[in-house]
């Protein structure tokens, strides 16, 4: 089970469902803390991730990446 997920290059209405379906595997996994790699760009995907996450129920909190984690072009979050 990879500890991130690129979304880099999706289209918006492939966004919500490959997080849905990445989410869900990494909790199966037992996975704490996941990233998603989204990218800079117009900050629409970054929208639509982050929108996603703040109603998702497996999902305790999330970030922007740090250094060394993406910045603004990721988005970690904890299960």
Do not use: C, W
């Not at 760009?41 to 639509?48: A, E, F, K, L, M």
Request: cysteine-free; overall charge negative.
């Amino acid at each position: 089970m990879a500890l991130e997920l690129d979304l880099r290059g999706k289209r918006a209405d492939e966004i919500e469902p490959a997080l849905d379906s990445y989410l869900n595997d990494a909790s199966l996994a037992n996975l704490r803390e996941v990233r998603i790699i989204h990218g800079f760009g117009t900050g629409v995907v970054r929208q639509i991730v982050r929108d996603f996450l703040a109603s998702h129920p497996l999902v305790k909190s999330f970030r922007s990446g740090g250094k060394g984690e993406g910045g603004d072009g990721a988005t970690v979050v904890e299960l």
